[in-house]
């Protein structure tokens, strides 16, 4: 398992801290096989601080095979397109994004732009992206044109397997989380499913939470770290703002209903972290599972007298798989916690990183 993300940065693991779990080798969302993740981080000037991150369900080659899929909502003050589609059919295929609140629109057609230049058979019809944002206002210019469809594009071309940057990269580059430097984290969990193992992986973009909620390995310990909090020094009335993205992927056989029920299972992951789940903070979910290739296409014009099939883990046994999820996402965001340095940006706005030896020393204690 990586104790250090690609760069050299700190996971949360090298803290010397347990959690609950038996993570994949990776300990990343690119442990479920075929799983790639990409990015593209914009830093310039005093700011710009922002960028796109893509998750590719499938490889390059077999992107627009449909992954059953679904959605869920905590709190509606965000963005997820494409939901409603999700919705209908419980199918995904296609990369999806995560970017900054502003910068949905281009990526959107960035998403597009890129089928219709390397998948022209998908194109033909109408495309359905799926693209979300957390706002990143106080260290980055959101208001500027900085995002762009190339932007997007480039993210699903970087998109790759095997361990991937964490902490300030891709849409996460601008994010907060809990008063400290957030961004881009990510975990996964083994479970055994009879003779068989799966694996569940958790993405986050963590841009929530009041710094007197933050709770680490089951300890309150916001409150004993509560200095040198700027940001919510400058938006008091609304400490906690931001949202949180998560995205699970799963190589365990699932139906469309399960997905949506995983998602269900994020916000309790979030809650081991702290987060109560501020009005001003939009909390949006998806799942997909890679399995049953070939099974839940829509085609257009679709064939008259087929049928499909999906092989599925039965409900009642859907529990380990639930555990997994809960455990994941609350590593997910303490690895884009940790794997942090301190960021200033727009006018001078500063956010401080988690600072880990002082908090080494809280949990010891």
């Given amino acids: 398992m990586t104790l250090k993300t690609p760069a050299g940065k700190p996971r949360f693991r090298s803290l010397g801290v347990d959690l609950p779990g038996r993570p994949g080798p990776l300990n990343a969302i690119t442990d479920v096989p075929g799983v790639a993740v990409g990015y593209t981080t914009l830093v310039s000037g005093e700011s710009v601080r922002t960028g796109v991150t893509a998750i590719l369900p499938r490889p390059h080659e077999t992107v627009a095979h449909p992954c059953a899929a679904g959605w869920y909502s905590l709190n509606g003050n965000g963005e997820m397109t494409g939901t409603t589609w999700l919705t209908e059919t419980g199918a995904l295929s296609l990369p999806v994004l995560i970017t900054n609140t502003h910068a949905v629109g281009p990526c959107h057609r960035g998403v597009i732009d890129w089928v219709a230049a390397n998948k022209p058979d998908g194109a033909h019809e109408w495309l359905l992206p799926v693209i979300a944002e957390t706002w990143d206002g106080y260290l980055n210019d959101i208001n500027a044109p900085t995002v762009q469809p190339a932007h997007a594009m480039a993210a699903i071309e970087a998109a790759a397997t095997g361990a991937i940057e964490e902490g300030s990269v891709g849409g996460g580059t601008g994010m907060n989380c809990y008063g400290f430097k957030g961004g881009s984290g990510t975990a996964s969990r083994l479970v055994s499913h009879g003779p068989q193992e799966y694996t569940v992986g958790a993405f986050v973009q963590a841009n929530f939470g009041s710094r007197r909620e933050l709770t680490i390995a089951g300890s309150p310990v916001g409150a004993l770290l509560a200095d040198d909090n700027p940001l ?92 997994a999820v809960v455990q994941a996402v609350e590593e997910a965001v303490l690895n884009a916690l940790t794997a942090n340095e301190t960021m200033t940006g727009r006018e001078g706005h500063r956010t401080p990183h988690l600072p880990r030896e002082r908090l080494v020393g809280l949990l010891r204690r």
């Avoid at 997905?259 to 972290?273: E, H, S, Y």
């Avoid at 998806?286 to 099939?309: I, K, R, V, Y």
């Fill in 232 to 323: 919510e020094e400058w938006a008091v009335a609304q400490a906690g703002a931001g949202s949180v993205i998560v995205v699970l992927a799963t190589d365990a056989p699932l139906l469309p209903g399960q997905c949506t029920a995983l998602t269900r299972r994020v916000p309790l992951g979030l809650a081991r972290t702290g987060t109560s789940g501020s009005h001003f903070s939009g909390d949006v979910f998806l799942a997909f599972s890679t399995a049953n290739e070939g099974a839940l296409t829509s085609g257009f014009p679709a064939e008259s007298g087929g049928f499909e099939t999906l092989r599925f883990v039965p409900w009642g046994l859907m529990d380990s798989f639930y555990e």
